[in-house]
């Protein structure tokens, strides 16, 4: 039986890295990347230049959309340029190509301003002495992005709510906490916001492997933290998924 | 005592009238408008040049955004220069001039696409023995947004909380409904989505009174529909708004 082709967007990054190693060995894999990415056949373009992009999303049956750019002081220019036109354009080469389903890599920036405010701000600073009882902001809690780039994700969100409405295109979007290049919490923050890089590898694969009758849906992805304001219930209900990993486990 | 300076965006609109009609006697307005507007101070230029708008702004106290590319037909590139980056550029300028408060134009397109689904649907077709009974749509119900139209909204509103939260900016966002030149309904789904022309220009003089306090706030305006499927009542609650005419009126 064939394997699924799926198409990575940003396979040279750190996610990207991660999700190579969970798929590779049960997908057809494929890149779309500005640098080169050795191994997998790669199609090199930036995703802000539609036709350019366009080739390599023929006969691809999934989109995993990675790139991005990342961080709070990226520029504005830059942010439109890769996240707010790159990923109209990834999500239009979908559809033109007739790819089923895009899993897009959304972010906590959507929601991560709430730590302006307690308790969620006790959570991320880590003075839990201060937190009392809290509820976790859900996927159905209204956005507040925490800078343009959470701004810039709200967009993607939108966008693929639209294609998932309008086209025959299935969208997914995962609102990644904060994976690290050394793969274990490295700031208070992150005891509270925290993915692994296998579990975020695992999120993806189960968006890829949900039915088909998903149409469109927005799921929270950090590790199974202690301190973690972000439900992943709606998670563990739609896709069966269930963190591996625990920012506590390295707390001295 | 000095009135409001007030800056109009997109004067021009059928809405620019209706708004110019409203607060003319109270504030003191001027134009930031592609088209020259008579009888008030008008700044021409193209909101997509942040370079351009810039003067336009200065000593201004609130600021009615309102220039937008509109319909379901504008093609991707217009929205992405007058309402992605033209909305970004107004908050920009409007930050970097001291401007108080931001009244911004959004769109009940940021969530019609629940008209694909019931009763939302019925309502919007006409199909009244088909209803049965419904909840409102708030405020706080997850977006749909109908077309890259409503998806630029979406993006123009996550833009604001973002601007409201790291900003000494206040934002408050009108989901506004269909407003006719004609100022009465003019198809079936009016009976549920109209605004008229006095209704959406007291809601935005509402929110240009409404207290400094209220740093960011999202509001549908719609006329007091029988048909309406979008939530008044926070809009009653927090602005004292009551609007004042009702599409009902002109069925026969």
Redesign the interface.
């Known amino acids: 039986m064939d394997r699924p082709t799926v198409l990575v967007t940003g396979m040279s990054g750190l996610i990207g890295g991660a999700v190579r190693r969970q798929l590779g060995a049960r997908y057809e894999l494929s890149a779309l990347n500005r640098r080169a990415v050795d191994g997998v056949p790669c199609h090199r373009a930036d995703i802000a230049d539609l036709a350019a992009i366009e080739p390599a999303f023929k006969g691809v049956d999934a989109v995993v959309h990675l790139a991005a750019s990342v961080g709070s002081s990226a520029p504005?220019d830059e942010l439109?340029r890769a996240n707010?036109?790159g990923t109209?354009n990834v999500f239009?080469a979908s559809r033109r190509a007739g790819v089923r389903r895009v899993v897009y890599a959304s972010s906590g920036a959507t929601v991560s301003?709430y730590e302006?405010d307690m308790p969620y701000r006790a959570l991320a600073e880590g003075r839990y002495d201060e937190v009392g009882a809290w509820t976790p902001l859900t996927?159905?809690t209204?956005?507040?992005?925490?800078?343009?780039y959470?701004?810039s994700k709200?967009?993607g969100e939108?966008?693929g709510?639209?294609y998932a409405?309008?086209h025959d295109l299935s969208v997914l979007c995962v609102r990644i906490g904060h994976v690290t290049a050394e793969d274990r919490p490295r700031a208070p923050r992150d005891f509270s916001v925290w993915c692994s890089q296998r579990d975020i590898a695992r999120i993806i694969e189960a968006c890829l492997r949900a039915p088909a009758t998903l149409r469109f849906d927005v799921f929270f992805a950090v590790s199974n933290n202690r301190w973690s304001y972000r439900d992943l219930d709606h998670a563990r209900r739609v896709l069966g998924f269930e963190p591996q990993d625990a920012a506590e486990t390295y707390r001295t």
Do not use: N, S, T
């Open positions: 504005f439109l707010v036109i109209y239009e301003a302006r996927h159905e209204p956005v507040r992005p925490a800078g343009l959470g701004v709200v967009w939108a966008l709510r639209h409405d309008a």
